[in-house]
């Protein structure tokens, strides 16, 4: 076992099982980038801070970059027994550099240094999940514009509810999902903050410029409280709640995919290729992508409810504990990056069988809404309207027919008068127009919120003047 | 039974066991003046688009706010078999007024209207509960001002790691606090949409005016989806994540309080009026409020778990699924209003004991890491130094003193070199003042940080110009 | 405000903010019954320690017996501000019978008195639920062997997969809610341990004879450590658990239930009363019963999280925390006493639509496996088997026909091979009969397997000779 | 790519990114041993139907031996491309034996292949996981032997309560483990049964001997519902429920290790090679090995969520959502495996420091309810003897002396009543004494406790007679 970064007051090494339990190199190497971008401001400070020279800068630096290009190589060997990342860089350093090298860690501690590294790797992160939910939104979009006429069955409680348009169903998902964005922008914002500095706990005694190092590492300012920059994971509770909500969303069209491509329901068709078959019954054409999709919010869900679990109740400032942040946040990162193309892929390929819709959207009375409605029109308080209509439906369950159906007769009959709007009234064409305003279902509106959609893209896309900071380690 | 307010189409009422199960009334009462001022709102719409008279609506209008006159006084007799707060408020109408009352359910739905309704009742719980973070971070500010040179000990792993300072302890709170209100400010920017006009999920057949009643309800602007309008939760769940990590927060506060006030830390008296008594132990004083304050994070987390649960892979539009909203959001909204005062009245009334803080700061060679560092600007590698005052340590231990109490014979023996500052460095004082940079533990510091804290809390307290739009129900 | 139990000590009285804090008689006076139990019980005992006389403990058990009238007729004035279901008790007695009634307390403290109740009440609701589960497979076994010829689709991934008899869906419930009933008894056997006479948590000083009172109430054996006795709660986490995997089986249920619902799948019917209508749709038949099963299953994985929350590292003996254990267990036990009965009367009156269920269970060649089964049995290896039926499924495809529908060129053609049997053996009613082992779903075996689980439930309804302690506060 | 199981029916491959979110080999490859155990005991059950002969039974065989050695010795090469374990062995013996190697999926679905494959490897993990407890418990029992008259303080609120012998405080987390072996044992012997024959969800068509299959594979029966068989994952849910209350336990251990630990309580000493140091304050001896297990319960939490969501709301039978289950699973296996022995090992070489011991059990006056209790014995009643020794303390509080310190007229003063026994009954010893009863804290008793559990532990670890079935594929 290779000694560790603290052997002086310790008499002996740590035990083997200590050992196990204890090692983060297998998950937390995934820093190395961001550590050698932290090493390499920190020496800044140092040389600034008369710690280290400039050459000696210069020669850590080199030595740093020269590591970081054999572990981007995959060239590196880790060793396990020096317990994490920080280590296993700091030995290497050591074991090229000499002394020198032992001026690394200079009025530093593993406590601000992991913090400052994970926050740079979740900043970029973020980055890379926003993209992709950018393009998907992009995706869902440009569908919505060529289903913007499309008739599709309206469902509340998976019934027949009313009729609306495919396009401006797929349009709920982007205006969730332009949620989805802010929220992981405001948690980017909040994050970055530099720890820097902070020490163990309560800061350093060189002085180091702390401003410095922030702005090397392209942070909006460094973090306040020395304590709470060790102490705090709230950045990645943050994170991971809105990847949970993400996950919601996202596994709410996994389910609405799941239930078009039944045959029952028969409202959609996916491409072969993003579909699997069975083991052993031959004629299956499964929707394996979005079940997947679907389920896979059970593990950022439970990623959360971990970091919650162990964060609660931990007195100040670092403990252990604060090292089981990594392995769920690693992970809800990956299943984003996962299910977002995945997702993407869906909604670019999906075909709705148009005369399907149209007979689902037609079906359960979908229209009656509108025939109460117009009654409304009429002078008739909508209570009674909802009432006489429900009759109606009756009526026409006994008969087995639909409203279109319906003579003139009948509906007088039920409805206790009659006008020649109705017939017009109670088509799915009918319907769809009706509901010609801001957020409704009419092809007009979906249009309009498509082109707003766009254009709010494109901003959020370009912020522009008020350019972001760019991830120095990306 | 009372009747529901669908009873057209269906040929009987509910089961009693679907009554039971589906009755919301007893908890969505409370949503009273949010669904009476979204009725009032949507009457104008109503009234606009020539639906009632100017006539019709105000006497619909006036009989509302006598509705919630006496729902305030308690008076008005509220009726479980009328499922929910909606209906109950429809009936009474009706039973008031008669027909006229029946026109007021026209272009929305029950859908759009608890959307609503629950947007504006968690938007004044928000403001109602960032007042009182508010009010805790000025209480720690003003402690930290007291506190801010009083030293401390800081821990890591619980164990000695470096003295600070209470008022820099207390000041990261304030930190943590500081983005959690900044956690609850976004929540509230981004659902405050109106969801009204939605109808049931496809939009309204009335042309009514969104902006009306948008503007009317005090929110930023109508939503742009119908579907997702009625169908997502999302705000909720944003504000049960805000408010897990709250009490994530106040977890790690309530932890210390009742770690400091053991006998065996002894740090803090807290009055007695804060703490209470045994049952059967006469001599007990328990910091009972601390412990729930902690224990309090569990039902936190729980309603997150609920909501995500609820929400996980539900088609669109509205799902009944979605009720269960409601007794997450309350115990949650009503827990913080609970924890939050009692956090407020320990941080302002606990008592550090400053002798017992200067023995624990003091103990377990709390000031190693500052005669290390001050052999390192003496020119020892920082290894180096780690290495040898590790060693020293271990030599105190075995002869049984503290570093204050070594000789300077004793430091040149184990470390191979002594100075006249040596004996400076490892008092606490001497630590304490090493620290002298932004977000260090120095005392000076201490004052600048609450200085900014301050400043920071009164502009987010008066956000001035730009001010934010009063809730119109609260 | 009255005064506590443990005025002794401190010099005041709790102050507002800590009294709403710790305030729980208006969740736990729930526990009334079972604390009187437990009052009676240990007056026993400490008449046999000689610490009341026969006469005291007489008058005691007396007026508590009348106490519990008054609770039970609803007449009794509960006193928030006495904290606690015991403390109201308490104070009661004292007020009727003055100084004998401040014995009652000897021996004892609120840690496992609380403790003894909660493991009363938890016992007793288990017997209820169970009861509910046993009816719930009753209704199951019931419906299955009038069911256990109907045809119907069997999904895999919601695609048509193979054709089912609907009993034997039923049974696969039956079958998962009977393991449920295992853990449900395995949990209450567990619990059934007594902690009375662990007093605060070091055991009392009046050598108490705690296996009397452990057999007066019910219990197998007093617990075998005093600290242990009051600061755990594993057999609330255990039950929590125990119901959370019953709530993921009637969430299936009632998913299941919501879909066959549908226009689409149009597979079922309800009553009316087991629905609900719309305020808005006049048409609406909604399945809100089936949603809010599966909703409510948020609720209790919530409640599970709150209570592993409250109880990780939790330092022993007993801390305040454990108070909020009671509000996710109570909520628990009302949840499940909602949702099994709905699910009985659901279950017990859904009406299959048998010709719809054919016609689904004929699509999507769902007896693509048994013709390459049939393959196999003729010699062909099944991997071979399967790519050539599934070659087969593609042509009728393509020529938009069923496997029924294909003459036996086309069979020779596609597979290069036919026999005489294969006509039939793509039919429904052959590929039911063909699965005619056990657990298959073939009728004859869902027949069998339907009296075998009528016996089990009838021998877990009555155990028999090892008959089950009766609750002696039912 | 190569081609997987089901390339007759679709026309073309998976896409990349469905290929990147459904392969599962990197961890179902774990499997593999009970892959073949089941592969084997299939083709006995194919023998016997004639499926293959006898001849072929014994080529497969001898191949799946030989691919079971390659992977045991780690030179199979495991190939991405294949989606899951079942189709990696499925193409090698392909690859090695041609057609025959075709017949050996006959009469099986990868559905009821991996519930089986899944239970076999749970069942053996738990019979790991329960060798790992019972020697936890020996390492308890053994230490509360030693320790059964140590004097230790025994808190509640972590406050002062009474004195404890360290060795009943050891036995407390005995009897929570032991209750934790029985839910794991319950666990095992409910997942005990057979989902083989169960086909994709209906059975199969070749009348497999399933009576024969699940002997083969040790399991007590076969599943009765082939639905159930295939679709739920109760079992697991029940293990990770079991292990949830496990980590409870273990955190609550970790957590008063830490505790303990602190200079501030300084009750134990770990070994050097138990704890860590710091990379920056050389003085340190972190407790990083029990913070280490009490953080690890969040994951384990987090896995229960995880899967608690992907199952809700499923359909029956079979969805690819099932796949999340494995991850969480063996993620909670190694958990468990790698706490259980470091939980050993801090049990085993803890070190009390009797002296603080005795000096903090003294501390907060903790033999008040021993004085109070010697009142009542002499007549008082219980409510009035805790209000006069609470009395009795303040007055202590206010001269600065403990209850031993008390001359007897201070007493008399206070109590209005002295006796010669009062200075023994506040002693340390009078107060562990006086609990001398089943379940109390006397070291009489401690001992007897320790005795009884030697002989339950004994009788779990070789349960004669009736012992369990082995594992066959261990």
Known sequence: MAEPLWSGRLGQGMSETLQRLSVSVPYDQRLYREDIACSRAHLQALERAGVVTHQERE???????????????????????????????????????????????????????????????????????????????????????????TVFPGFTHLQSAQPVTFGHHLLAY?????????????????????????????????????????????????????????????????????????MVHLSRLGEEVVLWMTPAFGLITLPDELTTGSSIMPQKKNPDMAELVRAKSGRVFGALVTL?????????????????????????????????????????????????????????????????????????????AHERVGGLVRACLDKGCTLEQLTCHDMEQALGIVDDQMAHVVTLSGSLQARDHLGGTAPSQVHAAAEKAELRLQRERNPGATAQDTPPCG
Chains 1, 2, 3, 4 share one sequence.
């Open 308 to 384: 919650l679990t162990v964060m609660k109740g931990q007195p100040l400032a670092y403990n252990r504990d604060n090292q089981e942040d990594k392995e769920p946040l690693f992970d809800t990162i990956d299943t984003l990056l996962l299910v977002l193309p995945a997702t993407q892929a869906i909604a670019a390929s999906l075909c709705v069988n148009r005369e399907r819709a149209i007979e689902l959207a037609a079906a359960g009375f979908a229209t009656a809404t509108d025939l109460a409605d117009h009654l409304v029109r009429g002078g008739m308080p909508f209570r009674e």
């Open 59 to 149: 020669q850590l630096d080199a030595a740093l970059d020269a590591l970081r290009q054999e572990m981007d190589a995959g060239t590196f060997s880790w060793d396990e027994s020096l317990e994490d990342v920080h280590s296993n860089i700091e030995r290497a350093l050591i074991a090229r550099l000499g002394d020198v090298a032992k001026k690394l860690h200079t009025g530093r501690s593993r406590n601000d240094q992991v913090a400052t590294d994970t926050r740079l790797f979740l900043r970029a992160a973020i980055d890379e999940i926003l993209a992709q939910v950018y393009r998907l939104r992009a995706v869902l979009i440009q569908r919505a514009r060529e289903e913007a006429a």
């Open 174 to 246: 982007e205006a969730m999902l332009t949620r989805d964005c802010g929220r992981l922008r405001d948690c980017r914002a909040r994050l970055n903050q530099c720890p820097l500095g902070a020490g163990a706990l309560a800061g350093n005694t060189y002085g180091l410029d702390r401003q410095l190092t922030s702005s090397l590492l392209g942070f909006a300012s460094p973090m306040e409280n020395s304590l709470d920059a060790v102490a705090d994971r709230d950045y990645i509770l943050e994170f991971l709640s809105a990847a949970s909500v993400v």
